[in-house]
């Protein structure tokens, strides 16, 4: 039995919702998913690719030069286009992309300097008028920089403002926000540090960041870019592959109620990555390292939330070489 196949056989366990729950996309009718296939083991180069859920119809959807990298996209509520980060070799920019290829354009910039060191883990609101993201600013002292919060900007780069805001100079970092079903909300992953520090999900409101509420129980380091279900009932959210124990892929109600595990890989035995649940609400796309890749290799898979609240029929998306994670399963049409 291949590596990657083995470590998926042990993954899947029980969950604690039903097939209705959504993911990282707007709510509809399961379309394209999108990926991200890196070109290099340093992996500072790659590119953004999408595929129909049957593993047909591979296209590439960026191009970026040899010393760039394209990743962590989201789809817009229509599935028409991508918003995604644009890393060079000086900073990070947020595109976006349309779902042929076209047009890809900076929303935001960074110069490089302390007014903006980076940017990046784009999402769009459901109603398609702003884009939440991660913004870093300077001076960097000891490896931690002056501020690391959620930030909002319009498509066309105009309204640019602040969301959430550190806790304390050098006490936390805010990344990978998502939006609430209704846009009133934003979910993220807080990393707050010192003696009682670690990564942790949190809710805040969408305008000011106000109303704080804490997602992730403590001592569960929750991390990596956590999603609302489509009727905003759950959120979806990973451990650190480095926390102690099993990686494990959970789920709980935004006042942090009813946490439980949707998937788990053995520890010491592979890496979960990054995830999607499908438009419709009854699959779930995600990436696991080891794949059927050397070197530990990432790849793609689809399983199916069953009547009996179990992912089931786990099989691969991806199966080549490269290493594969990223996925986000959007609403554009299969023929696209």
Known sequence: MHRGI?????AVVAAGI????????????NGLISFRRYFNDDQTNGALFKIRPDGTGEKQITFPAADELDTNENWS???????????TP?????????????????VFSCPGDDSCLGAGDPSWSPNGQWIAFELVKGPVEDDFAADVSIWEVQPDGTGLHQV????????????EPQWSPDGSRLVFERD?????????????????????????????????????????????FRTGNEAPGAPKLYVAHPDGTGLHTLLQVPAHKGNLLSYSFSPDGTQLVFATAPGFGPDG??????????????????????????????????????DG
């Open 6 to 10: 083995t470590v998926l056989a042990l």
């Open 18 to 29: 039903g097939a209705g729950v959504g993911g990282a996309t707007p709510s509809g009718k």
């Open 77 to 87: 509520p229509n599935g028409s286009q991508l918003v995604y980060e644009h890393i």
């Open 90 to 106: 000086t900073t990070d920019q947020i595109y976006i992309v349309g779902v042929d290829g076209s047009n890809p354009h900076p």
């Open 164 to 175: 959430t805001h550190p806790v304390g100079f050098h006490q936390s970092e805010d990344s």
């Open 192 to 236: 707050t540090f010192g003696r009682s520090g670690g990564s942790a999900i949190w809710t805040a409101s969408s305008t000011d960041g106000g109303d704080l509420q804490r997602v992730s129980p403590p001592g569960v380091n929750g991390s990596d870019h956590p999603d609302w279900s489509p009727d905003g009932r759950w959120i979806v």
């Open 297 to 334: 290799r990432a790849d793609v898979y689809i399983g199916r939330l069953d009547s009996q609240e179990r992912l089931s029929g786990v099989t691969p998306l991806t199966r080549t070489n490269d290493w594969e994670s990223s996925p986000r399963w959007g609403t554009a049409p299969l």
